[in-house]
């Protein structure tokens, strides 16, 4: 990764900036050496503004988090069938993830050696349950199928989800985030759909 030297920056580039090495590295391998000069400033002039590398950590994955709990405050995730509300959800998740990608993609990786990993590990598993909740929601409506279990379909849905982060890189020559959204819609809803 090259220095950037920044005359002025923002809490919210360092934070950008920390993400990326944060990704790059691994959290655990990250120092503030590592950060101060990925971001081309000094050490103290991190200090001014975060405590330190947990605290810019859990702004990332709070971003993150806000993003996927935002959606089920959005109106439609309350108007509809549990079916109708779940593609949604689903749809609006694929959208947050190519959105706010770097962000999504640290969340993904945290694995709970610190206080703030395992505060965002019990925060994602609150929102998948919620969207497990709608599903299995939708398989008591009928609106999906009953032959696959729905603690099954809930993993194999975050799964494909997930997998996004892993090679989604919005570089304008691709697929764009419309695009991976309508394809996961399809592929989801085209296999868990009744014909009702």
């Not at 959005?74 to 069938?81: F, L």
């Amino acid at each position: 990764m090259s220095t950037v030297k920044r005359d002025t920056y923002t809490p919210e580039s360092l934070l950008s900036v920390a993400v990326q090495v944060f990704n790059e590295r691994g959290y655990d391998g990250t120092s503030m050496e590592h950060l101060s000069k990925a971001a081309g400033i000094s050490k103290s002039s991190i200090y001014h503004h975060v405590a330190g590398k947990e605290e810019l950590l859990r702004r990332a994955v709070s971003r993150a988090l806000d993003g996927l709990f935002g959606i089920l405050e959005e109106d439609h995730a309350h108007v509809g069938r549990a079916v109708e509300r779940l593609e949604y959800v689903v749809r609006r998740m694929v959208e947050v993830l190519t959105a706010e990608l770097p962000y999504v993609t640290l969340l993904l990786r945290v694995r709970g050696n610190t206080g703030t990993e395992r505060w965002a590990l019990e925060r994602r598993r609150e929102f998948d349950h919620q969207v497990a909740e709608l599903l299995k929601a939708a398989a008591a409506d009928g609106d999906v199928r009953g032959d696959v279990e729905v603690r099954l379909a809930t993993r194999l849905v975050f799964g494909m989800i997930n997998s996004i982060v892993e090679w989604y890189r919005p570089d304008g020559r691709g697929m764009g985030e419309r695009e991976v959204a309508d394809a996961v819609v399809q592929l989801v809803f085209s296999g868990l759909r009744t014909d009702r």
